[in-house]
């Protein structure tokens, strides 16, 4: 049984930085195509902010507005993705979710098998 336990959230400051942790258990990262992190903000739909893909390679894919601040990343051996967050905005208040996928458009929520339980993010003005 696969599960995904993500951690890492917490209530800082705008301009700070979080690293966000997704620990996979019950099979190995690789033997996923890609693992992305969504978020979902109060009255919102959720939606996607970055994927690691390693099919033939690692690829990288992030929202436009995520870009140049966010960072996702794997350590294989810890069987663990991360999500370094830099230069908060209260903008990306939200719970974040990690996600794993066997196939189809990193970006598309329902494509994923399986997700985490979330963990909240809040960044003060």
């Known amino acids: 049984q696969v599960q995904l336990v993500e951690s890492g959230g917490g209530l800082v400051q705008a301009g700070d930085s979080l690293r966000l942790s997704c620990a996979a258990s019950?099979?190995?990262?690789?033997?996923?195509?890609?693992m992305g992190w969504f978020r979902q903000a109060p009255g919102k739909e959720r939606e996607f902010v970055a994927a690691i893909s390693w099919s033939g390679g690692s690829t990288y894919y992030y929202e436009e507005s995520v870009k140049g601040r966010f960072t996702i990343s794997r350590d294989n051996a810890k069987n663990t993705v991360y999500l370094q967050m830099n230069s908060l905005k209260p903008e990306d208040t939200a719970v974040y979710y990690c996600a794993a996928q066997y196939s189809g458009r990193y970006s598309y929520a329902p494509s994923y098998a399986y997700w985490g339980q979330g963990t909240q993010v809040t960044v003060s003005s």
């Open positions: 019950g099979r190995p990262l690789g033997s996923f195509s890609t």
